[in-house]
Nanobody, 120 residues
Framework: VQLQASGGGLVQPGGSLRLSCAAS????????MGWYRQAPGKQRELVAV???????NYADSVKGRFTISRDNAKNTVYLQMNSLKPEDTAVYYC???????????????WGQGTQVTVSS
């Protein structure tokens, strides 16, 4: 299973970005999908997760500004980021906790990371 993230970039404070992460492989079903981020000198932290049933959970720092969603038919998770702040600057990683493939179960898959920079 491979995860390909895209959509990062440079944006001014108050701006918006939309991240996408597509999973590929012989996928039957995907359990929980999520986004994490890591700023320079800091530990990786949870941003948002979404279950296979559509339940969501967000870090307090992004509630009301970020929205996570998924398209199960495309095996893709999205992160809509609005009202971006300089403190949102980080490398953003997509994550899947469990993937059922045709013949195997794959745990703890990570994307390659996409840089988000919020600066004027």
């Amino acid at each position: 299973v491979q995860l390909q993230a895209s959509g990062g970039g440079l944006v001014q404070p108050g701006g918006s970005l939309r991240l996408s992460c597509a999973a590929s492989g012989s996928i039957f079903s995907i359990n929980e999908m999520g986004w994490y981020r890591q700023a320079p000198g800091k530990q990786r932290e949870l941003v948002a997760v979404i279950t296979i049933g559509g339940s969501t959970n967000y870090a307090d720092s992004v509630k009301g500004r970020f929205t996570i969603s998924r398209d199960n038919a495309k095996n893709t998770v999205y992160l809509q980021m609005n009202s971006l702040k300089p403190e949102d600057t980080a490398v953003y990683y997509c994550h899947i906790d469990k993937v059922e493939t045709y013949g195997d179960t794959v745990w703890n898959s990570w994307g390659q990371g996409t840089q988000v920079t919020v600066s004027s």
